[in-house]
């Protein structure tokens, strides 16, 4: 039997198996799921024993488990790491999801589900390429699967796996699942990753709530002093305001820019999707350029005072907001982190306290596309798809993928089957069937095309 028929005789088996992953709470941010998310890692542990493979290890962390299993069969083989993760973004708000963020349904030759796209249905697509191509064909190539807990909140605990087991780890190729193309009628393969850096403020004024009356007009109001300091850290038109922030950007050249600017790309269409009249940004970057090239700043939440329904006049004694930086090629997280905390720091007046918690962060990447692994990549593509995948920049961040390249020395493929409108992170995440289906066709004949190679 061929590998291709293999897939399209278990597509119901296939899709019935992610279901059940699909259904697992496994929110790693949030301690209340520390249950759901162990018992995720479990699922993936028993996945793997399934497949056959050797030494497959539920790994103990300070936080939530890795999952680890290898198959070497020739260490003269090509060695593959696939890395994935099986934790999932918190679903809140419950109540803008048309159908329960953990009931995976299908709607639209869709399935709807938190963690559908991210990442649980692009990695296991990893699970299935492999079993596919076990069944069906001569293995001739090692694999290892890296599967963590903790990627939506940082993978602390998974860089300190990586510096402590880098010959646990030693490979020739590494690939990840976890990224998008362009659309469906036109593939296309990661070559860049933003960085991030990503914070708590919390603003302290009075020692406690204050009437607003009584108080008010003589005390200032943190809320209104948040919001004025971060109002001052963007201009009108885009350019953040951080001393030096900008010192390390990489100056993409007019043939870098023209390239990046090949990927098809309706403003009208990408306006209409997400309703809005008008994009933002700098305004010598197109929308695409903004997206990859360029840093970012954004408040991803923002609190303080009484929010509940009703009335309550009270003068809050704190302010709190997230804020999240998106970093380029050249910039580094921790240099940026202690720009902001400096700024933040300087411009706070007096009236006020500021403290900054640090979260988590990690370096943007660049991916060569003159390797052996990029090249059998576009291969694959090119026969599953029949069409030359373009190399685009993702605005997302993946952190641990530089330190892959800086601690073992390997590029990773960004061989991603995502879409925009997967709405990742956000209510009714979804993930194309077409696309996991096709994903796990061009996984099996990126394996092959790497097999056989001898080192």
């Known amino acids: 039997m061929k590998t291709k028929e293999y897939i399209s005789q278990n597509k119901e088996k296939f899709l019935n198996e992610l279901f059940e992953l699909l259904k697992i709470e496994s929110v790693s941010a949030d301690p209340k799921f520390k249950n759901e998310v162990d018992k995720a890692s479990d699922f993936i542990v028993a996945k793997l024993k399934l497949l056959g ?49 953990f009931h995976p349904q299908i ?41 963590e807990g903790e990627e939506e909140c940082g993978s602390d605990n998974l860089e300190n796996f ?7 780890l030693k490979t020739d190729i590494i690939v990840i699942s976890d990224t998008s193309i362009i659309n469906n009628d036109t593939p296309s ?27 008010g007009g ?20 885009g350019i953040i305001q951080i001393p030096n922030f900008y010192d ?13 600017s090949k990927a098809p790309f309706n403003l009208l269409e990408f306006k209409n999707k997400i309703e809005i009249n008008d994009v933002f940004g700098e305004e010598d970057f197109s929308t695409i350029e903004r997206i990859g090239i360029r840093p970012t700043l954004d408040v991803n939440g923002i609190w303080g005072g ?56 990690g370096e943007p990447v660049n991916v060569s596309t003159d390797t052996v692994a990029y090249k059998a990549a576009a291969a694959a593509f090119r026969k599953v798809w029949g069409k030359e995948p373009l190399p685009t920049f993702d605005g997302g961040s993946i952190p641990i993928v530089s330190l892959f390249k800086s601690e073992l020395n390997v590029d990773s493929i960004l061989m991603g089957f995502g879409l925009d409108e997967d709405a990742i992170h956000s209510p009714n995440e979804s993930f194309g069937l077409y696309n996991f289906y096709k ?10 095309n790497l097999s056989g190679n001898v080192k």
């Open 248 to 260: 390390d950007v990489k100056s993409f050249s007019k043939k870098e820019r023209e390239a990046i």
């Open 162 to 168: 990586v510096l402590n087991n880098k010959e646990k």
């Open 218 to 237: 003589a005390v200032d109001n943190p809320i209104n002093v948040l919001c004025k300091m971060i109002a001052s850290l963007k201009d009108d038109k």
């Open 439 to 448: 994903g796990i066709e061009t996984i099996s004949v990126f394996y092959r």
């Open 189 to 215: 393969i990661t070559v860049g990753l933003r960085g991030l850096t990503y914070l708590e403020v919390e603003l302290t004024g009075p020692n406690r709530d204050l009437h607003s009356g009584t108080y």
């Open 53 to 101: 493979l050797d030494n497959v290890e539920k790994i103990k962390t300070k936080g939530h488990p890795i999952v680890y299993g290898e198959k070497i069969l020739n260490p003269n083989y090509k060695t593959i790491l696939v890395y994935g993760h099986y934790d999932v973004q918190p679903a809140d708000p419950y109540e803008l999801w048309d159908t329960p963020p």
């Open 107 to 147: 709607k639209n030759n869709k399935i709807y589900a938190r963690g559908s796209s991210d990442d649980k249905g692009q990695m296991y697509m990893h699970l299935k390429a492999y079993e596919s191509l076990k069944e069906t064909v001569r293995i001739d190539f090692n694999i290892k699967f890296l599967i």
């Open 306 to 361: 009484y929010i509940n329904e009703g009335a309550k006049t009270v003068l809050p004694s704190k302010a709190f907001a997230k804020i999240s930086m998106r970093l380029v090629p050249n910039q580094k997280s921790k240099k940026i982190t202690k720009l902001f905390i400096n700024h933040m720091k300087k411009i706070c007046p007096t009236t006020s306290k500021v403290q900054i918690k640090e979260h988590h962060g």
